[in-house]
């Protein structure tokens, strides 16, 4: 294996393994936990026969959620106001805004993070607003809770 390939190996499964993680601990945090979970399946499934056997469902279930998602105007309109909430918290985080006079313990720990943390909360809602946009771009269609008769 030459070194080129060798490399594209080891970042594979990387990225792969990481959003494995990442997929797995937003199903429980917010966040598009299937999506990402399919995404790293789908690079390790490039490198192991399991990976690939076990992607079928996993692409199935991140599929239907992201249908799911842009099904209803309300449902669409909520996925919005969590991105604008999200850009919203991060770039109050990262400007590092004085603590209020209820906060409880030192100074220091509010907002603890700056702009490594604020930077993080803009990140997820970029991401979270392109997936928003794919899954509209690509689900939404024509159904009955759009024209109600």
């Known amino acids: 294996m030459s070194a080129k390939s060798t490399g594209k190996h080891v970042l594979l499964q990387g990225a792969g393994w990481i959003l494995v993680i990442v997929g797995l601990a937003a199903m429980i945090l917010p966040g598009p936990g299937l999506l990402a979970l399919f995404a790293g399946m789908a690079m390790l499934a490039t490198q192991y026969e399991w990976a690939d056997r076990r992607l079928a469902p996993v692409k199935k279930a991140a599929l239907r959620g992201a249908e799911d998602s842009v099904r ?6 909520l996925s919005v106001f969590g991105v604008c909430l999200l850009i919203g918290l991060g770039i109050y985080w990262g400007i590092s805004a004085a603590a209020p006079s209820w906060w409880p313990v030192g100074d220091k720990w509010w907002l603890y993070g700056g702009w490594g943390t604020g930077a993080t909360l803009i990140g997820s809602g970029v991401i979270a607003g392109a997936m928003v946009v794919y899954s509209y771009l690509h689900f939404r269609g024509t159904d009955e809770d759009d024209h109600p008769e």
């Open 72 to 77: 209803t105007w309300l449902r669409i309109l």
